[in-house]
């Protein structure tokens, strides 16, 4: 190659450095955006749902409150006030509706439900109420299912099951 | 006549035969538009076909539907119906973990470990409740052990390690080996639980004191670090006898307790020095997004050593007698912190554990090569592991501390401090990267012996729980 065809590096002008700072930068944010995406599942803005709290018609309850409900929701309650089992019936971790009955009944965020759960699992303490799938099982299973509460969209309910209360607005109100 | 009607007959026959069909219709009176199938009328048809088509596929879909619901709604009232007949669940742990050794020679031959990959955990719980007032849970441990382990030294100063590597005899291959390993019964309960105020459980059940003994899985645990109280036997572990528990909630708090009767630090599974042990728990605690444990725990346990020795009496009769080589007691007695708000976890237990022993009945020393005999001792320990999680990822500080009294021959205060990082992929799986420090102190120590006992952990583990 003769010398004097070697290509001498040109000074690279101000603007295009900038460009490629810049493109850098939003690769890099890119990146990391992808990445929160990834592990953090998604980000979700969604109104909280309106809950019923609803019982078996046999239950000897009409109505629960808050501290009760997370008695229950807890295993700390095991019985109805006639000495018949409870049987609490859960949405599955990660639902709205169940984010938002941990969040304003046990005030537990979803994460830190996940760990107490798993906590009381390994310290051999009663474990997690049983989740079913969808509301709209729940909402046809308690009807059939001596001593069972749950949890369903307030649109899902049906006249076979007694509301005790009511969770809205981040409270829980009476039926 | 006859004639002419026959013919009027059939010249009317033959014109209806010769008309074509069109003409008959023709003579109704129809008009050939109205009639006639067009484009249009042909595609309406094909429309309402269509839509009745449709309305078919979307009721037998609500159909279908709902007997799926029915279904579900039926499988899902039989599991939660029987929901508790038997549930398996559990946790494990596989890791990677390097021991820098310590100078000290003794020290050295128990700790040191090149970097090695492991298998902690694999602990499987057995869950059951066949009636609403009664519970039964074993928890195993499933382990590779005594496989590796070391196993002593031998006269020439070797250090033995265990082998459990046996011809495989049911294979084919005739060299075949295996080694096998062992199950640690870690608890096996039977709980009634008519009331939450008191329960009473039976069996072989992890010692309700403090935090640490009881949380005592990877997954819960924040470090896998042990305490030292732990690691020095000043509580068994788990303990066979019963127990008296149950709580009262005051909203939002919950009064607890926890009354035992044990065989305590007996030897073997059976009480042979008739010494029960005595242990009781109270705790209060909040839970929420702010939970608070705030729990004193005790311990009485006397132990008692007796030698069996058979002999022979002067006039040839055997003899059978048994004499006490050693008594002591033993009270432990604990506090306990623990508090989780939002990001934050703090785990705190101060314990303190004091042995008397009867005059004369002392127990050989079992670290002293010279003969000697234990002291009477009071022991302290108090730890603290402090954790952060933001997002995913949750650093912590440990810090361990024990002081020893009187002042052993090697040391009087040893102090680990350590740090780690959970990484929480998932709630239920978890990496953890633990780093400890061990250091040992001695007043009045110009040879400085106690430090050459300091040594380093790194673990690395993959938790998970199912």
Not at chain 2, 18 to 44: M, N
Not at chain 2, 286 to 303: D, I
Not at chain 2, 412 to 422: M, Q, V, Y
Request: include cysteine; charged fraction near 20%; hydrophobic fraction near 40%.
């Amino acid at each position: 190659m003769n010398p004097s065809q070697r290509e001498v590096p040109r000074p690279v002008p101000a603007a295009t450095r900038r460009r490629s700072t810049r493109a850098r930068w939003v690769l890099a944010t890119s990146i990391v955006l992808a990445l929160l995406a990834v592990l953090g599942g998604g980000l979700r803005a969604e109104a909280p749902p309106v809950l019923a709290v609803i019982v078996h018609p046999g239950v000897p309850a009409t109505t629960l409150g808050a501290a009760e409900l997370a008695s229950i929701f807890t295993r700390a309650t095991r019985s109805w006030k006639d000495g018949s089992p409870i049987r609490p019936l859960n949405l599955p971790p990660g639902t709205p509706e169940r984010a938002e009955f941990d969040r304003v009944v046990l005030n537990m965020s979803p994460d830190r439900s996940a760990q107490y759960w798993i906590d009381r699992q390994v310290r051999g303490d009663e474990p997690a109420p049983k989740a079913i799938a969808k509301a709209d099982i729940v909402a046809r299973l308690i009807p059939t299912l001596t001593g069972s509460i749950g949890y369903v969209p307030a649109d899902k309910v049906d006249a076979k099951s007694r509301v005790v209360a009511r969770i809205r607005d981040g409270k829980v109100v009476a039926p | 006549m006859r004639l002419a009607c026959v013919a009027a007959w059939a010249s009317t026959f033959l014109l209806l035969a010769v008309v074509p069909a069109g003409a008959q219709d023709t003579t109704a009176g129809a008009t050939p538009a109205e009639a006639a199938p067009t484009i249009e009328s042909l595609r309406a048809e094909i429309r309402e076909a269509d839509a009745r088509q449709a309305q078919e596929i979307q009721r037998l879909k609500d159909e279908i539907a709902q007997r799926e619901v029915e279904a579900s709604v039926a499988h899902e009232r039989e599991a939660a119906e029987h929901e508790r007949l038997l549930r398996v669940y559990g946790f494990a742990d596989f890791g990677i973990m390097r021991t820098i050794a310590p100078k000290d020679a003794m020290v050295a031959s128990e700790f040191t470990t090149p970097l090695t990959f492991y298998l902690g955990r694999l602990n499987l719980y057995y869950d059951a409740r066949p009636d609403p007032d009664f519970r039964f849970l074993a928890e195993t441990r499933l382990t590779l052990y005594p496989n590796g382990t070391s196993a002593g030294v031998s006269s020439t100063g070797q250090v033995i390690q265990t082998s459990t590597a046996v011809g495989d005899i049911s294979s084919p291959n005739a060299s075949a080996t295996v080694t096998w390993g062992s199950i640690i019964l870690e608890r096996a309960v039977l709980d009634w639980s008519r009331y939450p105020l008191f329960s009473v459980r039976a069996g072989l059940f992890l010692t309700p004191f403090g935090i640490y003994n009881v949380d005592h899985g990877s997954p819960t645990l924040i470090s896998m670090t042990l305490p030292s109280y732990l690691s020095q036997n000043w509580i068994p572990a788990r303990q066979l006898g019963v127990q008296i528990f149950g709580s009262y909630p005051i909203a939002p708090w919950e009064l607890g307790y926890a009354l035992t009767v044990s065989n305590g630090a007996s030897d073997g599974i059976l009480d042979l020095g008739d010494s029960k042990a005595y242990g009781g728990r109270l705790f209060i605690r909040r839970q929420g997004e702010l939970s608070l444990t705030l729990g004193g725990s005790l311990l009485y346990q006397p132990y008692r050593q007796d030698k069996d020795q058979f002999g022979m009496a002067a006039d040839g009769s055997l003899t059978y007698t048994v004499t006490r080589v050693v008594e002591r007691t033993g009270l432990t007695l604990g506090g306990d912190l623990s508090v989780d708000f939002r990001g934050f976890r703090l785990r705190s237990e101060l314990v303190m554990y004091q042995v008397n022993y009867t005059a004369g009945k002392r127990a050989l020393a079992a670290q002293d090569i010279n003969g000697g005999y234990e002291p009477d001792m009071r022991n302290v320990n108090w730890y603290v592991v402090a954790a952060y999680r933001v997002w995913r990822l949750e650093p912590y500080l440990l810090s361990d501390l024990t002081k020893v009294s009187p002042v052993q021959a090697t040391l009087d205060t040893a102090w680990g401090l350590g740090g780690g990082l959970n990484v929480y992929l998932r709630s239920n799986v978890i990496v953890k990267l633990n780093w400890a420090h061990a250091m040992f102190f001695k007043q009045n120590d110009p040879n400085d012996t106690a430090s050459r006992q300091n040594f380093d952990t790194f673990v690395g583990m993959l938790v998970w729980a199912f």
